[in-house]
Nanobody, 124 residues
């Protein structure tokens, strides 16, 4: 069983930066792939970024490519999402999710564990 807790959300101006953290319990977290998703009220949750057990394996949605960076610190059982040059359309609740496989995935159904989410608001 893995429990995930997101933090780092808040209010930022367009063009600014935030770093989200996803802290996990569990000694085997380093073997899990982790994804970040986001959801705006009234819309479906969408994929943002993901990282594999091998931290060089990363995927990004086209909408955030070049602006967001996903990374992990296995010693701290934490995965990060660095968000730079933020846009108003990045406003959403951001969720991290983990799957008990080494390879990351782009779809929600591939993930076994989810955090409660952290809200990000980008003012234009």
């Amino acid at each position: 069983q893995v429990q995930l807790v997101e933090s780092g959300g808040g209010l930022v101006q367009a063009g600014g930066s935030l770093r989200l953290s996803c802290a996990a319990s569990g000694r085997t977290f380093s073997s899990y792939a982790v994804g970040w998703f986001r959801q705006v009220p009234g819309k479906e949750r969408e994929f943002v970024a993901a990282i594999g057990r091998n931290p060089t394996t990363t995927y990004y949605a086209d909408s955030v490519k070049g602006r967001f960076t996903v990374s992990r610190d296995n010693a701290k059982n934490t995965v990060y999402l660095q968000m730079d040059n933020q846009k108003h359309e990045d406003t959403a609740v951001y969720y991290c999710a983990a799957r008990s496989r080494p390879s990351p995935a782009l779809i929600e159904g591939a993930y076994d564990y989810w955090g409660q989410g952290t809200r990000v608001t980008v003012s234009s």
